[in-house]
Every structure is written in structure tokens, then in C-alpha cells.
């Protein structure tokens, strides 16, 4: 378990107050089936489960996922997120509520009960994605944002597809992430805000960087939707040399790298130039073609 997980791990289990016992028995119920317009009965695959905390400190799961069907959706990046605190939106146990919810229809309701509490059910959560091959159907909203964005809501388990791309577990626990642009405006991991009144709501709303591709940028925004957005419908709170400054290793944009050790536990080293710096992670475009998001420590320069 990584340092920064522990530590959000102890918050949780601060706030919790036996909010875990008093929802993880409740039947699962599938969201989202009562939109009057967007897309149902999508397959994506869960790539993988995070756990961190936002700007304000408050600890959120995440769920990156890779839309597998309808076919002309294949391979966009999506996600769910639960935010796990009081907020504007509803108590730490309406959250933490959706959560063991979703991870049920998820097929973890084995997992759900015989944990402890939501700590213990996070870290084997967390495990269980990163080792099984976890496909599942959702259904999503069709709020009115100029990109045409949608949220995905799942709605249980299903068999993998017969045409879907098989795990590869020597990189399990690790997200992918899109191709970056070509001129690296927009770090992963970087802090944005709309610019004007993008979604006609009369906010400006702040996120912090998934991906950045051909112009346009995935962000985790504040509230905590993930949406595709124009790349020059944002500006940076916090500026790339920031984000490259805090980067433990000081890799650059362009740099060749190889991973060290066994990190893929395949045995072999792998090599690939590096696209973006994140905070204390850069994406590598890998040399099979592959893009993913490694530690910066597991990388060094090639022989």
C-alpha cells in the first residue's frame, strides 16, 4: 500500500463512524435507468480503481474505464467517481452508500461483506480490478454541455465481449491514458478552470487533468465528472513547469526511458519516450505502441 493511500485511508476511517455497517447489507439497485435520453446498455471495461484526495483534502475512489461497446464509442476513456465526504451533493454515507452500491453490481458483494469496514473494502476493491478481467454494462446521462458529455452509471457485470481486448496483467494497477497532444500544453495531473461561461451555468469550474489529446482535455472536474473539453476552452491554475518541478525524478517531455527492474513482473524492461509530466508520474508512449502512466522512480534512462 503506497504512503499517500495509508494516510487517506486513516481519514476515512476518522469520518466513517459506522456508516460502513449501516448501508453494506442494503440491496444493490442499478442508477441512471430512468434518464429520458443518453445511452444505454454500453460495455466498458474497468481499467482500473484509485484512491486519493481532491484539493480540499476530502478522499475519493475513482474507476477508470474504456468503453468497449457500442462500437463507435470504442476505446474512450470514461470514469465514475465517488467522492467520500460531506458536501453540497450529500453526507459522507449518501456517498459512501452509491459507492458499496456500485461495487456490488460490480460483482464485489462477497467483498462488500465480509469487510470490516469501507478502508478494508477499498484496498481489496482496488486489488480485485487490478488482477480480474471486469467488464460491466452502464447507462448514461445526456446532460445539455456543448461537448455533447456524458456520466456513465453502472448497471452490473457482464461476461467480457468476444472481440474485447484482453488485460494485460504484467501492467495491472496502472492507468492508461490517451496519446497527449503534440505540443504538451496541458500536464496530466495539472490544475484547470473553464474559461467564461463554457457550460452556461454562469461558473467557472476548476479540475485537475486525466488526458490531454488532439486538442482536447479530459478533467476530473471538481463536482466530480470527468468531461471531455476543447483544450482552448481551459486555462491552467497551475502552470507545466509546476507540474514538471514536482516530478521526483525530473524527466522531460521527449526524454527516451526504460522501466527499471521487473515493474511490469514479466521480467522484461521496457522502453518508450515520455509524452507528459504529471506529479510524480509521467505517461510513456511505450515502444509496442502502448501509452500508460508510469511512477517517474520506476523509469531511467536507457543504456
Avoid at 451555468?201 to 472536474?221: A, H, I, R, Y
Avoid at 510513456?284 to 502512466?293: A, H, M, P, R, S
Amino acid at each position: 500500500m503506497e504512503t499517500g493511500q495509508s494516510k487517506v485511508l486513516a481519514k476515512l476511517q476518522n469520518r466513517s463512524k459506522g456508516s460502513y455497517d449501516d448501508v453494506k447489507t442494503q440491496e444493490a439497485k442499478a442508477g441512471g435507468r430512468s434518464l429520458p435520453a443518453g445511452l444505454k446498455g454500453g460495455i466498458a471495461a474497468a481499467t482500473q480503481l484509485k484512491l486519493d484526495e481532491n484539493s480540499r483534502g476530502d478522499p475519493y475512489v475513482y474507476l477508470y474505464a474504456s468503453v468497449v461497446t457500442p462500437e463507435d464509442l470504442n476505446g474512450i476513456h470514461s470514469g465514475v467517481m465517488w467522492t467520500l465526504a460531506d458536501s453540497d451533493y450529500g453526507t459522507y454515507q449518501d456517498e459512501l452508500s452509491k459507492f458499496i452500491n456500485d461495487m456490488k453490481l460490480l460483482g464485489f458483494e462477497e467483498l462488500v461483506l465480509d469487510a470490516a469496514d469501507e478502508t478494508e473494502l477499498i484496498v481489496k476493491c482496488i486489488e480485485a480490478i487490478a488482477s480480474e478481467e471486469v467488464f460491466f454494462e452502464f447507462n448514461t446521462s445526456n446532460r445539455a454541455r456543448k461537448d455533447g458529455s456524458y456520466r456513465p452509471f453502472v448497471q452490473g457485470r457482464v461476461d467480457p465481449p468476444k472481440d474485447a481486448p484482453k488485460k494485460k496483467p504484467a501492467k495491472d494497477g496502472y492507468k492508461e491514458s490517451s496519446q497527449p497532444s503534440s505540443n504538451g500544453a496541458i500536464a496530466v495531473g495539472a490544475t484547470v478552470q473553464t474559461i467564461g461561461d463554457y457550460f452556461n451555468d454562469g461558473e467557472t469550474w476548476e479540475g485537475e487533468v486525466v488526458s490531454d489529446k488532439d486538442g482536447e482535455t479530459e478533467v476530473l472536474f471538481s463536482d466530480g465528472e470527468t468531461v471531455l473539453v476543447p483544450s482552448d476552452s481551459l486555462e491552467l491554475t497551475s502552470s507545466q513547469e509546476e507540474i514538471q518541478e514536482e516530478s521526483s525524478e525530473g524527466w522531460e517531455e521527449g526524454d527516451r526511458v526504460r522501466t527499471t527492474g521487473d515493474f511490469f513482473g514479466d521480467g522484461e524492461a521496457y522502453e518508450g519516450t515520455v509524452q507528459v509530466i504529471g506529479e510524480d508520474e509521467a505517461d510513456v508512449l511505450f515502444d509496442d505502441g502502448e501509452t500508460i502512466t508510469v511512477p517517474s522512480d520506476s523509469l531511467e534512462a536507457p543504456e
